[in-house]
């Protein structure tokens, strides 16, 4: 089976993601502006595939809802204080649901059916203007640091300091609700799985962005696939998962393929006679410390210099964790690059240490760009290997 509107937006996703590739390796950034060719196709696809399959606007328009929270939870994370609050934007995320959720089925039934949804409607409205209230009262002036938030939130321990910062669970927690009663005693039909797997699914990796467990590109190529490609465009070759969400395959096949890298990098530090503990020759290399600026990837050891000796630690697995949290304590070679005014002490500790071992820096976007082709050709292939055993 083809879907023909998914195909022209697989097509759009995989061009937009090569070129997204190119930039993450040559400046380890992709601009926010790369991915709007592929979403205004990819989602003009989607509208249409829903209307051939349904021609139901109200799930049509639950589709926009989705994609429009995402839009302006990023907005509200992002939003300079220096510059004009803009709340159309809220009234355009308050309304959709609205429509989607009560005015079309009223309009189709001829009554209220949808009452259910009236109290997760209000908490959708009233988290979303609380949080816009407190980003409109903020003072012009710079973003506080990570180091300075903590700190605030220490001395500020409150439920509107945790509403703050954590909202946009809640709000995922209320769209998944919301799609699903949709599902089953609304008016959306099977269709609406992909909305409720796209709002759980997109709301991890947007949660997992802020938190800088995932980088930022990752996050939101893995977001809009699913946005653009909810479901399979062909027939692949192992045949279509359960669930039909190809999100999740390209996940699951991101990751698989994503093990060849530490495998070849244990076995060329095996083969160069580089020393390190087990589990770092997997996922790292030692390079020159005075050439450190010229590789790409983060610190992997903590230096100290004491009576002109150079003591050296690896950093543990659930410190590296803290750190990639807060965003704090990891030097990243790209930051030695262009900044190397910040960085006197530390490259003048790694050219005395002699070699610094670095975590590999392959942009995962390569492997999610490998796993949307794998799983549009073949499948899922933790599925496939499910089915076999």
């Not at 249409?48 to 399959?53: G, H, M, P, R, S």
């Not at 030692?286 to 992997?300: D, H, L, R, S, T």
């Not at 071992?357 to 796993?371: D, Q, R």
């Amino acid at each position: 089976m083809i879907f023909y509107p998914m195909v022209i937006s697989a097509v759009a996703v995989l061009v937009t993601l090569i070129y997204a590739s190119y930039l993450d390796i040559r400046d380890r950034r992709v601009p926010f502006r790369t991915w709007y060719p592929m979403l205004v196709v990819g989602i003009s696809a989607t509208i249409v595939l829903f209307y051939q399959q349904t021609g139901n606007i109200s799930l049509i328009v639950g589709y926009l809802t989705l994609i429009a929270s995402f839009f302006y939870a990023d907005y509200l994370d992002n939003h300079d204080p220096g510059t004009p609050f803009r709340f159309p934007y809220l009234g355009i995320v308050l309304t959709l649901p609205a429509i989607s959720w009560f005015i079309i089925p009223a309009i189709s039934t001829g009554e209220l059916s949808d009452i259910q949804l009236v109290p997760w409607y209000v908490l959708f409205a009233g988290l979303l203007g609380y949080v816009s209230y407190r980003e409109y009262k903020k003072q012009p002036g710079k973003k506080l640091k990570a180091k300075q938030i903590r700190k605030d939130a220490m001395r500020e321990s409150n439920i509107e300091e945790v509403l703050s910062r954590w909202y946009f669970v809640l709000v995922i927690v209320i769209l998944a609700i919301a799609s699903f009663y949709m599902i089953g005693g609304g008016s959306w039909g099977v269709s609406g799985i992909y909305i409720a797997l796209a709002a759980v699914f997109c709301g991890v990796f947007y949660i997992f962005g802020q938190m800088h467990l995932f980088g930022g590109a990752d996050a939101w190529a893995l977001i809009f696939i699913a946005f653009c490609i909810p479901t399979f465009p062909i027939t692949p070759l192992l045949n279509t998962p359960p669930l039909g969400f190809l999100s999740f395959s390209v996940l699951i096949n991101a990751l698989i393929l994503n093990l060849v890298a530490p495998v070849g990098i244990f076995i060329i530090n095996v083969v160069k006679k580089n020393r390190a503990p087990l589990q770092y020759m997997f996922f790292g290399f030692p390079v020159k410390g005075e050439k450190i600026q010229e590789a790409w990837g983060f610190v992997m050891e903590d230096f100290a210099e004491r009576n002109g000796k150079v003591e050296r630690k690896f950093i543990g697995f659930w410190d590296s964790l803290r750190r990639m949290r807060s965003d704090e304590g990891r030097v990243y070679t790209k930051d030695l690059r262009e900044h190397p005014e910040d960085f006197d002490k530390e490259l003048g500790i790694y050219k005395k240490a002699g070699k610094v071992w670095i975590s590999y820096a392959v942009p995962f976007i390569l492997p999610i760009t490998a796993g949307l082709i794998t799983a549009i050709v073949f499948g899922d292939f933790l599925f496939a290997i499910m089915k076999f055993v």
